[in-house]
C-alpha cells in the first residue's frame, strides 16, 4: 500500500532555532495537512494545503510557521524560531479529495531545548 | 473541539469481537462517521467510514444507528495488534479538517 514518507524520524534543536519537517505525500495525492501530537495530548491539526496555497489553518500555525511544496514530491512545515513549546510528534498526511480519508505519516518527534 | 463522546478505555480478549461505541448526536446530514487508529505513538491510520448505510471492510464493521446519532466500530477477532487508541471522528463537505477527541483506548488481553 502506498505510505506517506517523514523525515527525520527525530529533530533535536535548540529553541531559536529554525526547524524543516519534510515530508512526501502520496503520489498522486492533492490535499496536504500538518498535524502535531503533544506528549499525553490530543492529535491536533494545524494546516491544509491546496493548489499551493493554505486552505485552513489553526491557531496554532502562527506566523512562526509556513509551509511549502518545493518541488512535485516534497511537503515541508518550517518552524521559523523555534520555542520549547513546539516540542511534538509532527504528522504529515494527505488525500485524494478533499474529505476523503488521510493517510498519515509516521511522524517527525521535534525536541526543542 | 470535539463532537463525538467515546468510553476512555476499553478492554477485549484475544479472538474476540471488539465492538467500540461512539455517540455523535450533532452529526449533520453530509457528514460522514470516519474512524482511526493510533497505535503507540504512530501516525493515525484509516479504519473505515460510513454515512448512513452499515460498512464492512478488510478490517472492521462500521454499524450506524437509522437516526445517526451513534455508531459502533467492530473489530470481528481482536489479536493483540489491535491496541491502540481509536478515535470516532465527524469529517464532512466543508470540514476539511479532522478534530480529534481523546477516543477510546483499547488494550487486547491474551
Known amino acids: 500500500e502506498p505510505e506517506v514518507t517523514q523525515t527525520p524520524s527525530h529533530q533535536v534543536t535548540q529553541m531559536g532555532q529554525e526547524v524543516i519537517l519534510r515530508c512526501v505525500p502520496i503520489s498522486n495525492h492533492l490535499y496536504f495537512y500538518w498535524y502535531r501530537q503533544i506528549l499525553g495530548q490530543k492529535v491536533e491539526f494545524l494546516v491544509s494545503f491546496y493548489n499551493n496555497e493554505i486552505s485552513e489553518k489553526s491557531e496554532i500555525f502562527d506566523d512562526q510557521f509556513s509551509v511549502e511544496r518545493p518541488d512535485g514530491s516534497n511537503f515541508t512545515l518550517k518552524i521559523r524560531s523555534t520555542k520549547l513549546e513546539d516540542s511534538a510528534m509532527y504528522f504529515c498526511a494527505s488525500s485524494s479529495r478533499p474529505n476523503e480519508k488521510l493517510f498519515f505519516g509516521s511522524g517527525t518527534q521535534l525536541s526543542v531545548l | 473541539d470535539a463532537k463525538t463522546t467515546q468510553p476512555p478505555s476499553m478492554d477485549c480478549a484475544e479472538g474476540r469481537a471488539a465492538n467500540l461505541p461512539c455517540n455523535h448526536s450533532t452529526i449533520s446530514g453530509n457528514e460522514y462517521v470516519y474512524w482511526y487508529r493510533q497505535i503507540h505513538s504512530q501516525g493515525p491510520q484509516y479504519i473505515i467510514h460510513?454515512?448512513?448505510n452499515n460498512e464492512t471492510n478488510e478490517m472492521a464493521s462500521l454499524i450506524i444507528t437509522e437516526d445517526r446519532k451513534s455508531s459502533t466500530l467492530i473489530l470481528p477477532h481482536a489479536t493483540l495488534r489491535d491496541t491502540a487508541v481509536y478515535y470516532c471522528?465527524?469529517?464532512?463537505?466543508?470540514?476539511?479538517?479532522?478534530?480529534f477527541g481523546t477516543g477510546t483506548r483499547l488494550t487486547i488481553i491474551p
Open positions: 471522528i465527524f469529517h464532512g463537505f466543508g470540514n476539511e479538517k479532522l478534530t
Open positions: 460510513g454515512l448512513k
